[in-house]
Structures are given as structure tokens and as C-alpha cells.
């Protein structure tokens, strides 16, 4: 039982260039989530999705694109990353939303020069 | 709107000192509260929650009540250590939603 896993945990893009980061739970969770934490800020919602084939925007959703085709696996596109875009990406993942707890990843260190 | 607003750190504790990170909350509906920790270079581990008021979460040595007419729930520890040395979020939901609302993180390191 992984938990949840998150790839590539590190990368360094140039302004400009895409590049997709994957997350992939083994738990059976409903909900799947994708945040960034930046100094300061905590975690803000980026999108999130109730289930495979769902998605909706989170807080700041702009210049991100998401998708969950399988139930396991959520992925976090930037189709044209910007300086903005470097930060620390989270996803999580839970059972429901109501009460019940979200597992995280370990974390993506994404800088964009 | 729905937010939450948590101590700002940093916080440096020496060890077995007594702990308080404050949080308080604005909510639309009625929330669920918890409590995240997160150790350097790992993700967020759920520390403990509650559901309704009055409830006291605990786990580890530390707690935590849910007062509904302060709107608060501050996390406490009797006598830290220098393994609780990391960034603690108190955070929300609501019962009719699909999000959880996140404060800013407290920094607590735990000198010897």
C-alpha cells in the first residue's frame, strides 16, 4: 500500500515549456486533490476532483489544467509554465469530503527560470 | 467566506515547554476542524481533528477543543520535544462542501 505518490519530485522547466505532473492513490479515494504551497500562504486549492471524469477549479486554477480519467490517478497540466508557476505541488486524496481526512503526497518542487 | 487564520510563527520552544498555536475560523455552514503537520520535505499528516463543537481531538500528546462560540480551535501540548520540531496547519471544511480551507502554517522548532 503506497499511499499516495506523486511524480516527479523534482523539476526544473524554462518559461514557456509544459510538463504534466501525476498523482496516483491506491486507497480507492473518491476525492482527489492538487495544491500549491508557497511561503507564506499555506496551501491553496489549485483543482480538485469528486470523481473519475469530474474535475472543478479550485482557488487559483489559472494556467493549470487537470484531468482524472482513471479513478486512481489525477494529473496537473501547465501547458505554458510562467515563473509564477514555482512552487511546491501537493496532491491529496480522501475517502469523502465531509469529516474524513486527506492523504498527501510527498510533494513536487517545481522552479521555472 | 470561509478561512482560517493561524498564529504567525515562527515559534522556538525549549524542550518540554508547554505549547499554543492558535487558530480561529470564519465559516458559512458548519465545518470540521483539523489539525496537519508537516515534517521537513514530507507532505501534509493528518495530526488529529473534530467534527462537532465541544469535541476534543487528540493524538501524540496533543489536543485540541472545538469551541463553536469563539469559533476556535487551538492546538496545545503539555511538554514538546525536539521531534515535534515542524510547520503545523489548522484547516476546515464544510459539511456541504467539497473543499478544505487551509491557514498559512506555524513553524515550530524545539530546541534541546
Known amino acids: 500500500n503506497a499511499g499516495v505518490t506523486q511524480t516527479p519530485k523534482f523539476r526544473v522547466l524554462k518559461t514557456g515549456q509544459s510538463m504534466t505532473l501525476l498523482c496516483a492513490q491506491d486507497m480507492n479515494h473518491e476525492y482527489m486533490y492538487w495544491y500549491r504551497q508557497d511561503p507564506g500562504m499555506g496551501l491553496r486549492l489549485i483543482h480538485y476532483?469528486?470523481?473519475?471524469?469530474?474535475?472543478a477549479k479550485g482557488e487559483v486554477p489559472d494556467g493549470y489544467n487537470v484531468s482524472r480519467l482513471k479513478k486512481q490517478n489525477f494529473l496537473l497540466g501547465l501547458e505554458s509554465a510562467a515563473p509564477s508557476q514555482t512552487s511546491v505541488y501537493f496532491c491529496?486524496?480522501?475517502?469523502?469530503?465531509?469529516?474524513?481526512?486527506?492523504?498527501f503526497g510527498p510533494g513536487t518542487r517545481l522552479t521555472v527560470t | 467566506g470561509n478561512s482560517v487564520t493561524q498564529m504567525e510563527g515562527p515559534v522556538t520552544l525549549s524542550e518540554e515547554a508547554f505549547l499554543t498555536i492558535n487558530c480561529t475560523y470564519t465559516?458559512?455552514?458548519?465545518?470540521?476542524l483539523f489539525w496537519y503537520v508537516q515534517y521537513p520535505g514530507e507532505g501534509l499528516q493528518l495530526l488529529l481533528k473534530?467534527?462537532?463543537?465541544?469535541d476534543k481531538g487528540s493524538n501524540k500528546g496533543f489536543e485540541a477543543t472545538y469551541r463553536k462560540e469563539t469559533t476556535s480551535f487551538h492546538l496545545e501540548k503539555g511538554s514538546v520535544q525536539v521531534s515535534d520540531s515542524a510547520v503545523y496547519f489548522c484547516?476546515?471544511?464544510?459539511?456541504?462542501?467539497?473543499?478544505?480551507?487551509f491557514g498559512t502554517g506555524t513553524s515550530l522548532t524545539v530546541i534541546p
Open positions: 465559516a458559512t455552514g458548519y465545518p470540521s
Open positions: 473534530a467534527t462537532k463543537a465541544d
Open positions: 476532483s469528486v470523481g473519475e471524469g469530474t474535475t
Open positions: 484547516a476546515l471544511i464544510l459539511n456541504t462542501g467539497n473543499q478544505f480551507y
Open positions: 491529496a486524496s480522501s475517502y469523502s469530503a465531509y469529516s474524513y481526512e486527506q492523504y
